[in-house]
């Protein structure tokens, strides 16, 4: 996956519309605490596999705009295997979902609601949540590669995120530098 924008809105300490643009190449996050680091890796992870639909307690505390009345929003823009997309979710009182690709050089409607949420986490080979929220023990799926919270397990992934991981380090000369070696040997030993 390339992450090529996220935009938030009412989401946590975003009230005001956010966007982030990483660069193609490398990029950094730096910035003092509690100015929004997390919670934009955050928007990225419920953004792309929590269902929009998702109710409850725990969901106001992950979602709502802290003080404020106001709809949270994520939009993410994103490639995987050569396809470029489109996602944007809306939770809590407003909740939808909506899915574009890019198709003759501008985006078009692909999937909606539920299927929206579906096929974006059958992109990660996740594991529905099924009524409750996201676990990043159980439902992460292929995003593991992408990204691990501090409570998640590199243990018991659905079976086809595991071939689809061990396709991905079946190539010769993937790690260019040293810091990539070291990721390529820490994935390879959890997951070969």
């Given amino acids: 996956m390339i992450l090529e924008k996220l935009c938030v809105s009412g989401f946590r300490t975003f009230a005001e519309r956010f966007e982030f643009t990483p660069h193609a190449r490398f990029t950094v996050i730096h910035a003092p605490n509690g100015t929004g680091k997390s919670t934009l ?24 705009c802290l003080g404020r009345d ?14 470029r997309y489109r996602l944007r979710k809306v939770f809590l009182n407003s909740k939808s979902a909506s899915l574009q690709r890019l198709e003759s050089g501008r985006y078009v409607a692909l999937k909606d609601g539920g299927s929206a949420d579906d096929f974006v986490r059958n992109l990660f080979c996740a594991e529905a949540p ?5 676990e990043p ?21 659905p079976g086809s995120a595991g071939d689809q991981i061990r396709a991905m380090l079946g190539g010769a000369g993937l790690a260019v530098t040293d810091g990539e070696r070291v990721v390529q040997e820490r994935v390879s030993a959890e997951y070969l």
Avoid: M, N
């Avoid at 890796?41 to 979602?63: C, I, S, W």
């Avoid at 159980?138 to 018991?156: I, N, Q, T, Y």
């Fill in 41 to 64: 890796l955050d928007a990225l992870y419920y953004g792309l596999l929590e269902r929009h639909t998702v109710t409850g307690a725990g969901a106001k505390q992950r979602f709502e």
């Fill in 70 to 83: 106001l709809t949270p929003t994520i939009e993410i823009d994103f490639a995987v295997d050569g396809a």
């Fill in 137 to 157: 023990t159980k439902h992460l799926g292929f995003a593991h590669v992408l990204w691990a919270p501090a409570r998640a397990s590199f243990c018991d992934l």
């Fill in 130 to 134: 099924g009524k409750g929220p996201v």
